[in-house]
């Protein structure tokens, strides 16, 4: 079985900080793992990916993640924070089989302060 | 590329009728189609799997007589929430994929579904 863990569910930040948003998995076999954001009554948008390549995945809007196996952990980074990230954001985990089935975590709620 | 579709994006219907919620795929052929109900503040939470020309699989809790999904084209799902009620009131997100094979997943915008 999979699941996920997202440590923290409201993170505020300034604009201009460090955004950090954590994400611990559980799966038996090597995982695809996700990062998505949803702003308010939208549906998901995929921010970046992991799928057994380059361990350091780099996505859109300056955001990155790092697969850590060791940690099994796949935290959300962006170096500097803007008033625009403020949204809910989920990390995903998928068990790479025929059924393609996303299990999500409780997501995180990210404040950015001006 | 790979436009998911939903409709109504937001529709508000007396207990006891029937709501259809339809998913398209508008650029790409969907294999398959997912369907999540979504409580406010809370996560996504996935109610079924459906794959084109078959059944759709329910996750264990899902009603399937209640939660209708049908999946009669590559580009088409729908889900119908029957005899509504108060409590079906939700955030409903379909998602679908079969890009070349891949298994990732394109969302649709959601449709806001509020029962009286």
């Known amino acids: 079985a999979q699941s996920v863990t997202q440590l923290g569910s409201h993170v505020s930040v300034s604009e201009g900080a460090l955004v950090l948003l954590r994400c611990n998995y559980s799966?038996?076999?090597?995982?695809?793992l996700f990062w998505y954001v949803q702003y308010p009554n939208q549906g998901l948008q995929l921010l970046l990916k992991?799928?057994?390549?380059?361990?350091l995945v780099k996505g859109i809007n300056g955001f990155e993640a790092e697969f850590k196996k060791s940690e099994t952990s796949f935290h959300l980074t962006k170096p500097s924070a803007h008033m625009s990230d403020a949204a809910e954001y989920f990390c995903?985990?998928?068990?790479?089989?025929?059924?393609?089935?996303?299990?999500f975590g409780q997501g995180t709620t990210l404040q950015v302060k001006p | 590329g790979a436009v998911v579709s939903q409709h109504p994006s937001w529709v508000i219907c007396k207990s006891g009728t029937s709501v259809k919620i339809e998913c398209r795929s508008l650029?790409?052929?969907?294999?398959?189609m997912f369907w999540y109900r979504q409580f406010p503040k809370q996560s996504l939470m996935l109610m079924a799997t459906s794959n084109e020309g078959s059944k759709a699989t329910y996750e264990q809790g899902v009603e399937k007589d209640k939660f209708l999904i049908n999946h009669a084209s590559l580009t088409l799902s729908t889900l119908t929430v029957t005899s509504a009620h108060p409590e079906d009131s939700s955030f409903y997100i379909c998602s679908a994929s079969g890009i070349r094979g891949s298994y990732e997943q394109y969302f649709g915008p959601g449709t806001r579904l509020t029962v009286t």
């Open positions: 799966s038996s076999v090597p995982p695809y």
């Open positions: 992991y799928t057994s390549a380059a361990t």
């Open positions: 995903a985990v998928s068990d790479r089989g025929n059924t393609g089935k996303l299990i």
């Open positions: 650029d790409f052929q969907a294999t398959t």
